[in-house]
Nanobody
Framework: QVQLVESGGGSVQAGASLRLSCEASGRTPTTYAMGWFRQAPGQEREFVAA???????VYADFVKGRFTISRDNAKITVYLQMNSLKREDTAVYYC?????????????????WGQGTQVTVSS
């Protein structure tokens, strides 16, 4: 089992920044990819960003240039720096991990999910 614990969510004004963190613990794999999905009320869960074992990131089009994903392999932690936040970024953000080490935009490809952290952006 792997546990993913997210932190860093909150309520901010449009244009502000937040940094989400997600630390994995338990039986973590040797190689893995980590990423973020989000789900707004009444909406389907959607891919935000992911980073593979080598550190190569993949982003959803709607966050390019605003969000940056990074990882600390020693801490088995992934970060999501979110700048220029918009109201439409309001959602619960979920951390994910995939044992293959390769990134995917499909939520079914990920092995474990965190509990989620709320991000609320008001104008």
């Amino acid at each position: 089992q792997v546990q993913l614990v997210e932190s860093g969510g909150g309520s901010v004004q449009a244009g502000a920044s937040l940094r989400l963190s997600c630390e994995a613990s338990g039986r973590t794999p040797t190689t893995y990819a980590m990423g973020w999905f989000r789900q707004a009320p009444g909406q389907e869960r959607e891919f935000v960003a992911a980073i593979d074992w080598s550190g190569s990131p993949v982003y959803a089009d709607f966050v390019k240039g605003r969000f940056t994903i990074s990882r600390d392999n020693a801490k088995i932690t992934v970060y999501l720096q979110m700048n220029s936040l918009k109201r439409e970024d309001t959602a619960v953000y979920y951390c994910v991990i995939d044992y293959s080490g390769y990134v995917s935009r499909r939520h079914n490809d990920y092995d474990y999910w965190g509990q989620g952290t709320q991000v609320t952006v008001s104008s």
